[in-house]
């Protein structure tokens, strides 16, 4: 029997297709990562090898075109939704002033160059100008990764983008307009009243139809992400009609659902979740199968346009950011990050470039130039953002240890009574001494028919054994629940009293159950709260030394500065001697910049390491007495390393006899 396989490029079969793009996103990232691309810069590239005028694996047909433009809608709608209001409204002025002016400048710019040097006609000129001055938040997943979404620099950026693509949409409508007969002023009144009537629709009726639907629909909690996918749609789609850009109609349905769905709930979780693992990385790959490199063969006089445009472009946007800086006092971390996001010009360029050449406004040349434009801008867009935005969370991680310490809850699951009174002085040691916020004793017991006989009995034990604690004020607050299972009462218990740190025992895996389902510790890892798990054989008094290791980027992590507080509240004996093990210089100037750990131990000191074999060799050399600190990223943290969680996990699977606490900083 013969079998014969016969598969010609492009691939055309729907699961031919899907399975590329699905193997793309998963590869594209960890290859790319290799040479310290980052990952928005990867599926770009992506898209180009895949894509018609690369390896002309797929066509760049409507399907791609539907999954991309999903892609970036989703991007906008995950800006309303990420939007602090609050901090918006501090930044309101900025971002006006922002907006004017990334409008501003670029367009100046781009008509001087298009009048004086490519000596272009009229209309030709605007367009240019135009597009310019419009932008697209391309690198903004970066900066969710890095945990600065809230700074006021890409608050800047978020209203700026609204700002300037709707006066570039405004001019865009004057510039095809001006073929037609009707009034263009006419369209324009029309437009401002429809978008206005059409605002106020979406911030009315949003909120109350998800609110209604997600209390009579508690049961069906899948139809919820459903629900909020149709109405981003539902609003891009009447955008669309009115003659809006669809992308601003994502945003204002995500700014109209914001309130709705709260920053900490599974809701948003999922949301974040299937825009991250796929419609993003699917609106990239749209862009890069846009990208023909061989237009860089086309001629000289191509070179000289591409060059001189992408000049242009690049540098109105970097105007707009410095004046910007100079007149509201951005940092310099600020500057570049806001330059960074509002650099790139992707899915509104190619909007206005395409109506351009389609209507014989441009010719090939200046085409063929836009879509170089949208290749630099979008790579130069990705580089910047992730390197700006290290520096920035790096700041911001700083400023905040100097900052009036917001208040902090610290709860302890009591499942273990042999544990339970280290957990408590760990838990202790580390609550504020100034505040008055005392700490909550969990105690989950599964609902069955005894379930009432054993709460009352574990009120009087533990009670009894807290009023030593709480003789003067209320130091330790015991918190009983009743719940199916043990992870789900912890992490209801922590949602219900704002919890920001969660203390629990390590327990090794030992019976069939925990095997197949995992631990109380597995289960919370997957969670967002900030983790210290404990495994103490000695008393502190009995301990030598304390270790603390860190692997790249941990300091930029938003939970960080409070881990460190929390940590050296620790030393309370100022000789122990105190060791940072890290393996980059950047991590090492941050450790450096925590005085207070400086106070807390007199003999402090910092080493590097080469690469996650020393992280393992030290890790394993240490002696009994000795308390090994370890910071772990969980997935899709920015701290996250496959290679250093494996040393890790050997390494507390296999030393239990010894001394360590294990952290996971959660969201900040």
């Known amino acids: 029997m013969t079998i014969c396989i016969a598969i010609s490029l492009p691939l055309q079969q729907p699961v031919y297709v899907f399975t590329i793009l699905i193997v793309t996103i998963l590869l594209a990232p960890i290859i790319f990562r290799l040479i310290r691309i980052p990952d928005i810069a990867a599926y770009l590239i992506a898209g180009i090898i895949i894509g018609p005028y690369g390896f002309h694996i797929l066509d760049r047909d409507t399907g791609i075109v539907l999954l991309g433009t999903i892609g970036l809608l989703y991007i906008m709608f995950l800006a309303g939704l990420d939007l602090n209001m609050k901090d918006f409204k501090k930044s309101k002025k900025a971002s006006i002033l922002f907006g004017s002016l990334t409008f501003l400048f670029p367009f100046i710019i781009g008509f001087t160059v298009s009048k004086y040097i490519l000596m272009l006609n009229m209309r030709a000129t605007l367009l240019v100008a135009i597009m310019f001055s419009t932008h697209t938040l391309v690198a903004y997943p970066i900066a969710r990764k890095l945990g600065i979404i809230k700074d006021v620099a890409v608050l800047s950026a978020i209203g700026g983008t609204i700002i300037t693509d709707t006066l570039v949409l405004l001019i865009l409508s004057i510039i095809t307009g001006l073929t037609k007969d009707n009034s263009i002023m006419r369209d324009i009144v029309k437009l401002g009243i429809a978008f206005a009537l059409y ?144 650099s790139s010009h992707a899915a509104a360029t190619i909007a206005v470039i395409l109506i351009g050449y389609q209507k014989n406004i441009i010719n090939s040349t200046i085409f063929n130039a836009a879509i170089l434009i ?76 005894e379930a009432g006989e054993k709460l009352a009995s574990i009120r009087q034990n533990l009670g009894q054994s807290f009023d030593a604690y709480n003789i003067i004020s209320e130091k330790i607050k015991l918190i009983t629940r009743i719940d199916l299972n043990i992870v789900n009462g912890i992490i209801r218990a922590a949602k219900e009293l704002f919890i920001t740190d969660v203390i629990i025992g390590w327990g090794t895996k030992s019976s069939t159950a925990q095997r197949l389902f995992g631990t109380v510790f ?17 008393t502190f008094t009995k301990i030598g030394g304390i270790n603390i290791f860190l692997y790249r980027n941990t300091e930029l992590e938003a939970a960080f500065p409070g881990c460190i507080n929390k940590i050296s509240r620790l030393f309370t004996i100022k000789e122990k001697k105190v060791c940072f093990y890290t393996n980059t210089f950047s991590t090492q100037t941050t450790i450096n910049s925590f005085s207070v750990l400086g106070k807390r131990s007199r003999y402090t000191q910092t080493q590097l390491l080469q ?27 920015i701290s996250f390393d496959l290679s250093y969680e494996k040393v890790i996990s050997n390494y507390t699977f296999r030393h239990s006899n010894k001394n360590f606490i294990l952290v996971i900083p959660g969201l900040e």
């Not at 390197?387 to 699951?413: D, F, H, M, S, Y």
């Open 611 to 637: 690469n996650v074999s020393e992280f393992e060799s030290v890790l394993n050399d240490q002696p009994e007495n000795i308390l090994n600190i370890i910071f772990l990223g969980r997935k899709h943290y």
């Open 374 to 449: 949208i290749l630099i801008t979008s790579l130069v867009a990705t580089l910047i953002t992730e390197w700006g935005g290290r520096k920035l969370a790096r700041q911001r991680n700083i400023l905040q240890l100097t900052r009036r310490k917001r208040e902090e809850r610290i709860l302890v699951p009591i499942a273990n009574p042999d544990t339970m009174v280290e957990l408590i002085q760990i838990a202790l040691r580390m609550n504020v001494s100034e505040t008055e916020e005392p700490i909550y004793a969990l105690s989950v017991v599964k609902d069955d028919n």
């Open 199 to 342: 605002v106020m629709v979406i911030f009315y009726s949003y909120p109350r139809i998800s609110k209604w639907y997600f209390e009579n629909m508690k049961r069906d909690r899948y139809s919820h992400y459903l629900l909020l996918l149709s109405l981003v749609c539902l609003s891009a789609s009447i955008a669309k009609i009115i003659g809006v850009e669809p992308i601003i109609g994502a945003f204002i349905a995500g700014l109209a659902l914001n309130k709705v769905v709260p920053k900490n709930s599974m809701l948003f979780q999922h949301i974040e979740f299937v825009g991250n693992i796929l419609f993003i990385p699917l609106f990239l790959f749209s862009i890069g199968m846009l990208i023909d490199l061989r237009i860089l063969f086309h001629g000289i006089y191509l070179w000289f346009v591409a060059f001189v445009l992408i000049v242009g472009a690049l540098a109105g946007k970097w105007l707009a950011s410095f004046v910007t800086q100079k007149i509201v006092a951005y940092s310099r971390p600020q500057r570049i990050v806001l330059f960074g996001l509002t």
């Open 522 to 538: 597995d289960h919370l890892f997957k969670s967002n709260l900030t983790l210290y798990v404990c495994c103490l054989n000695r």
